[in-house]
C-alpha cells in the first residue's frame, strides 16, 4: 500500500493564477502530497479561483456542489478555496459551504502547507489577510522544476489603476514589484534546471520597478532576463496600454530573444466608453501604440481584450470597437460581456442596455474576430517557422510548439527535440493551430 496523499488542484483564470497554482503543487509537494488528474481519488482538492468576472463565482458554486458528494463519501476528503473569489469572500465561504475546510487569500500562498496541516487534524480555518509590501517580497513562495522547458515568472503583483470595472486591486492589493536580483536568480536557476522559455507576469508589468527608487524599470528587466545564458526565449503578459514605452517598444527591436507577441488590452475602441472606463489613455494614444510596435517588429503579433456592453455604450461606440479591431488585426482577443463586480464604480453606473442585446453584440464581435484570427492563420500555410517544441501532442503521435507569435503548432517530432527552437513548415491552418512538418 503506498502510504502517499494526493492533491487534485482544479485553476480557473489567468495566468497569474496558473503562477500561483504550480506554487501551490511545490509546496505541498514538500508536505507529502503528489498530483493527480482525478478529484475521486484525491486526499486534497484545491479551487484556485478568480473573480474577474461573474461567470467565474458561479463557475466555482457549481463546481462547489459537485463535491459535496464527493466529501460524503469520503469524510477526510480536504476541500480548499484560493486566489481571487477566496479574497473577496474570506470567512463567508465557510459559511456558505459547511463541508468546506479552508480559505486562503492571494496574499497568502505560503500558509498553504501549514493549514493542509491543520486541516487535516480537523480544523477550519479561513487565513485572507493582506500583508504590506515587504512581507509580500520576503514570503513570497517559488516554484519548483516540474520538467517543463517554459515557465512562468511573477515579477509583480497587484494593481494600482483602479479601472473602473476591475476588482483586481481590491482582491490582490496595492501594487508590488519584486526585487529583481530574486528574479534574476530565479530565470537562473531555472535555465539551469533546462528551462529554456520564460514569460515575466505581472498585472501591469510596464510599470515594474517604477515605484521602487533604485530598481531596474521593465525594459531594463527585459535586457537582463535576456542575458541569462540557456534562456532562448523571453515573454511578458500583462501590458497596460496607458504605460507602454518607447524603451518598452525598441525592446521588440533590440532584443532577438523577446518574442514578437504582445498581449496589449484595449477593452474600448471608443473614446467615451474609455473615459468612462478610466483607463488612462485615448483610442489615438492606443493606435499609436500599434503601430510603433509594429515598426520595432514587423511580424509582431497582437493579442488583447474587449468588454462588450459596457453601461453607457451605444452602438456608435461598439462600432468603433469592431473598427479598431480591424484596424489593428488581433491575432486572437478574449472577449466578454460586461460583469458587474459589486466593489467597483461601474457597479454604480446606470446601465439600460438589455442583457440580450449586449449578447448579441459580443457575438457579432467574436465573429468579426474568427474571420481575422483564421486569416492570419492561413497567412503562415506554406511558409516555415521557428517554433520550441515544449511537449507531446494529444493529437496522436505528435509533438506541440509555438512560434514567437505565440500560435500554437502541431507536429511531429523525436522526443530529444523537446526544449529545442526548430524551424517547420506550416502545411495546414485551422482557427485554433496550426499543423507543420519538419522540412
Do not use: W
Not at 510599470?207 to 521602487?212: F, I, N, R
Not at 488590452?265 to 473615459?275: E, I, K, N, T, W
Not at 530529444?416 to 502545411?427: D, Y
Amino acid at each position: 500500500m503506498k502510504n502517499e496523499k494526493l492533491l487534485y488542484l482544479e485553476t480557473f483564470g489567468c495566468q497569474m493564477n496558473v503562477s500561483d497554482s504550480e506554487k501551490i503543487i511545490s509546496m505541498l509537494k514538500e508536505v507529502g502530497y503528489q498530483q493527480t488528474e482525478t478529484p475521486s481519488a484525491a486526499d486534497l482538492i484545491i479551487l484556485n479561483t478568480c473573480c474577474i468576472r461573474a461567470k467565474a463565482e458561479q463557475k466555482l458554486y457549481s463546481y462547489l456542489g459537485r463535491l459535496k458528494g464527493l466529501k460524503k463519501q469520503n469524510k477526510r476528503l480536504i476541500i480548499a478555496v484560493g486566489g481571487c473569489i477566496a479574497q473577496q469572500e474570506g470567512r463567508r465561504l465557510l459559511g456558505r459551504f459547511p463541508y468546506l475546510d479552508m480559505v486562503f487569500g492571494t496574499h497568502t500562498l505560503f500558509s498553504v502547507p501549514e493549514m493542509v496541516r491543520a486541516a487535516e487534524q480537523g480544523e477550519r480555518m479561513a487565513n485572507v489577510d493582506f500583508l504590506d509590501n515587504e512581507a509580500r517580497l520576503d514570503l513570497f513562495p517559488k516554484g519548483e522544476d516540474n520538467g517543463s522547458v517554459s515557465r512562468f515568472v511573477t515579477i509583480m503583483q497587484g494593481c494600482d489603476n483602479f479601472c473602473s470595472y476591475c476588482v483586481v486591486p481590491y482582491v490582490r492589493g496595492r501594487e508590488v514589484s519584486r526585487r529583481s536580483g530574486e528574479i534574476i536568480d530565479e530565470v537562473r536557476q531555472l535555465a539551469e534546471k533546462g528551462v529554456v522559455e520564460v514569460t515575466l507576469i505581472g498585472q501591469n508589468v510596464n510599470s515594474y520597478g517604477l515605484k521602487t527608487p533604485g530598481e531596474l524599470d521593465f525594459p531594463a528587466l527585459l535586457h537582463e532576463v535576456a542575458a541569462v545564458e540557456g534562456i532562448k526565449r523571453v515573454r511578458f503578459t500583462t501590458s497596460h496600454p496607458k504605460d507602454i514605452s518607447d524603451s518598452l517598444i525598441a525592446c521588440f527591436a533590440e532584443l532577438p530573444k523577446l518574442c514578437g507577441h504582445i498581449h496589449l488590452p484595449a477593452q474600448s475602441g471608443s473614446d467615451a466608453v474609455l473615459a468612462r472606463m478610466e483607463r488612462g489613455y485615448s483610442r489615438e494614444h492606443y493606435l499609436k501604440s500599434i503601430a510603433n510596435l509594429k515598426r520595432a517588429r514587423p511580424d509582431i503579433l497582437i493579442t488583447g481584450d474587449m468588454i462588450a456592453g459596457f453601461p453607457g455604450e451605444s452602438e456608435e461606440d461598439f462600432q468603433q470597437t469592431l473598427s479598431m479591431m480591424e484596424e489593428v488585426e488581433y491575432a486572437d482577443l478574449f472577449s466578454f460581456v460586461f460583469s458587474v463586480r459589486s466593489e467597483t464604480k461601474a457597479a454604480g453606473f446606470p446601465d439600460d442596455l438589455p442583457y440580450q442585446a449586449k449578447l448579441e453584440r459580443l457575438d457579432r464581435l467574436q465573429g468579426l474576430q474568427r474571420q481575422m484570427t483564421l486569416k492570419r492563420n492561413r497567412s503562415f500555410a506554406g511558409t516555415f517557422q521557428e517554433i520550441l517544441i515544449e511537449g507531446k501532442s494529444r493529437r496522436g503521435e505528435q509533438f506541440y510548439g509555438r512560434t514567437g507569435g505565440n500560435r500554437m503548432v502541431h507536429c511531429p517530432a523525436d522526443p530529444f527535440l523537446v526544449g529545442s527552437l526548430v524551424t517547420v513548415r506550416i502545411t495546414k491552418a485551422e482557427q485554433n493551430y496550426l499543423q507543420a512538418l519538419l522540412p
